[in-house]
C-alpha cells in the first residue's frame, strides 16, 4: 500500500479516486506497485484511511529517514547538493506577517534560470540531493518565503 501511495505523484495521479481507477484497470501498474492481482484493488476509503493512518502516525519521516540509512549502508549515496522547488497551496490566503508567526503557506518571488520573475503562494520543499544517486536525502517544507540560504546548512548536516 505504501508502494501505491509513492508511486501515485511520480504517475500524475493527485486523487484517491484516480489512484483507485489507475489500481483497478492497470494490472500492471498494481504489480509495480506490489500488490497482487487475484483479488480486488484498493478502494478509495480504504486509501483514504491509510493514508489519513501514515499522517497521523506521523511516519512518513521516519520511512524517509529509514530508506536513505538503507542506500547510505549500500554504497548508493554518497554526496549532496541542496536545492527547493514550489509547492503552491489552496488555502485562504493571509497577510505576511501573519503567515510568518503561523508558519502558514506565504507568498514567494524569484527569479528562474531565465530570469524570468515567478511568484507563487504557498511553501517550499528544500532537499538535499545525492549528486550521484540523485536521491533526496534530507528534506524540509517551509513557507515560501523562507530562503534557500537559510535551511541548507541543516539540511546538510
Known sequence: MLRTLLAAPLENIDTFTGLARRLEFDLRFRYQCGLRLDIPASSISTLSRVFAELTRKNLAPHLFEDLVAQCQEAGIIDGNHVDS???HAYEKKEPERKSELTGNA??????????NKVKWFGYKLHLAVDTKSELPIALKVTPAHVNDGDEGPTLIK
Not at 506565504?106 to 530570469?115: A, Q, R
Open 106 to 115: 506565504n507568498w514567494e518571488v524569484k527569479l528562474d534560470t531565465f530570469g
Open 85 to 87: 522547488a514550489a509547492i
